[in-house]
């Protein structure tokens, strides 16, 4: 029975305001959530409640998300008893009424149904990614595909594409993933550092230099995990991109460092870049809105890639079957606060998984401490996630949870 939810207004990772949301039940529980928030976002995405008062943090303050929690939701919620997450989903989502929570906000809603699975778990006895396991897949420890170098409306370089990720596929713990990730990224900083470049970081912790053409940042990564003492390639340590596409796509064409491509030529670039480099996944590398381009990206590339819809499948159970039916894509990127709750995420994640397409579970630009994603992740058998650069406290967070949950237990490490 929930006693009590709050939120308050605090900062995100970028210095934006976002919410923490606490709540509590009458059995003693007090759990936490903090809300991500994104930068580069689908158009389709349920809809975070901004006040868009100039005169507070630029038009960003998120106090009528806060007043969603605080009045209506705990109206709702409080002496209620709920048989489970979905159950208390459900409520949230009819208290809302609209299609894409943009009455009470998706922001409001998503840290009342994060601290809502943790308060269920904790009822349970039982650590959260185990509450959420059985719902998707076999619960397995994940891939952790680290950013380290940014680009996009992430950062203030001329860099098109927004990151450039190393996924130690053939490593054998997520303990030794996350020292190749750490060592790489060392590398990768005295590299840069020793060509008189710049280590300043992005919003995600990666870092931003001077580079605009994305095979220049695919050299370095390639060196920089020579250099460490890895193997380049799916027995050792792979390289993923988003270049998320759709932030550089205007009137039918794709800019890249000054120049403008088509759907096809954009498509022969790809060919080109994974034949030449060991790129294993690519995420977003066609605009939302050029489902045409996607499909003869998805034929052309489809058996070898894996291809990742984020902007353009936005966790969406019905933009994802629909994908599916298209031949769009072949894995979807999973982010809890782009559908609004963790019930409609794990609908996402059963859809796409049932129609042949691999989840990969993704933070925000915006982050907090909070590391829900990482319990989601092993709990649903996703394989694989993103959570940014090895370094900074919000992205580290997840990284260390999924560490301290093989610690005490015999998960599998890797893709399915
Ligand atoms: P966002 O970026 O959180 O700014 O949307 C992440 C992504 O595009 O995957
Ligand atoms: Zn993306």
Not at 172 to 200: C, K, N
Not at 222 to 232: C, F, K, L, Q
Not at 254 to 266: K, L, P
Not at 337 to 345: A, R
């Amino acid at each position: 029975t929930v006693s009590q939810v709050h939120a308050v207004e605090i900062l995100d990772s970028r210095s934006r305001p976002t919410l923490a949301v606490t709540l509590e039940t009458d059995a003693g529980q007090h759990v936490r959530a903090g809300v991500p928030a994104g930068a580069s976002t689908g158009t389709r995405e349920a809809v975070e409640l901004r006040d868009h008062d100039p005169h507070r943090y630029s038009g960003q303050g998120v106090l009528q998300a806060v007043q969603s929690v605080n009045g209506e939701i705990l109206d709702r919620l409080r002496g209620q008893t709920f048989d489970g997450p979905s159950d208390l989903d459900h409520a949230l989502i009819e208290l809302d009424g609209t299609e894409n929570k943009s009455r009470l906000g998706a922001n409001a809603i998503v840290g009342v149904s994060i601290a809502a699975a943790r308060a269920f778990a904790e009822t349970a006895g039982v650590p959260l990614w185990k509450h959420l396991s059985g719902e998707v897949a076999e619960p397995r420890m994940p891939v952790p595909h680290f950013n380290v170098i940014n680009g996009g409306v992430h950062a203030l370089n001329e860099l098109d594409f927004q990151e450039f990720m190393i996924a130690p596929l053939g490593a054998p713990s997520i303990a030794e993933a996350v020292r190749a990730g750490s060592e790489i990224y060392g590398a990768l900083r005295a590299l840069l550092h020793g060509r008189g470049m710049s280590v300043g970081l992005g919003d995600e912790g990666g870092f931003a230099p001077e580079i605009a053409q994305p095979e220049e940042a695919l050299d370095l990564l390639v060196e920089a995990i020579r250099t460490a003492g890895y193997t380049p390639g799916r027995d050792g340590v792979a390289i993923a991109m988003d270049p998320a596409s759709s932030e550089f796509y205007h009137d039918g064409a794709y800019r890249v460092a000054g120049q403008d491509f088509t759907s096809d030529q954009m498509i022969d670039r790809y060919a080109d870049i994974v034949e030449r480099y060991p790129v294993w996944l690519l995420e977003d590398g066609l605009a939302e809105s050029d489902w045409d381009g996607w499909q003869r990206l998805t034929e052309r590339l489809g058996d070898t890639v894996e291809l990742v819809g984020d902007d353009i499948f936005c966790t969406n159970p019905k933009i994802i079957a629909e994908a599916i039916t298209k031949g769009v894509g072949n894995a979807s990127l999973i982010k809890v606060n782009q559908i609004g709750t963790v019930t409609e995420t794990l609908d996402a994640m059963r859809v796409a998984r049932d129609g042949g397409y691999a989840q990969f579970v993704s933070h925000r630009s915006g982050e907090t401490e909070d590391a829900f994603i990482a319990d989601l992740t092993v709990g649903s058998g996703s394989g694989h996630l993103k959570s940014g650069a090895p370094a900074r406290g919000e992205r580290v967070a997840k990284y260390a949870r999924l560490v301290e949950i093989e610690d005490v237990t015999d998960l599998p490490y890797g893709l399915r």
